[in-house]
């Protein structure tokens, strides 16, 4: 994972959200970057920090979701 201080410094990304965001626009947003890695930013904090993640360390996270690993979080 990166840090990137400024959500800005990503010049020509195209963020977006989840149909299923909430309203108030509390939400993350998502990037798929140039150097095949994947931006998350703040939706209310849109000048804010990202975290950068590579796409297979993505992968693992979204896999361990699917499985249920993270669902004690929830409840």
Do not use: I, Y
Request: glycine share 6%; proline share 4%; net charge neutral.
């Amino acid at each position: 994972m990166e840090h990137v201080p400024n959500a800005n410094d990503l010049s020509g990304t195209t963020w977006r959200k989840s149909t299923h965001s909430n309203p108030s626009g509390s939400c993350v947003e998502v990037a798929r970057l140039a150097d095949n890695k994947v931006a998350f930013r703040n939706s209310r904090f849109t000048t804010g920090p990202a975290l950068v993640f590579g796409r297979a360390d993505l992968a693992a996270f979204l896999q361990a979701v699917k499985s249920g690993e993270f669902d004690d979080l929830t409840v």
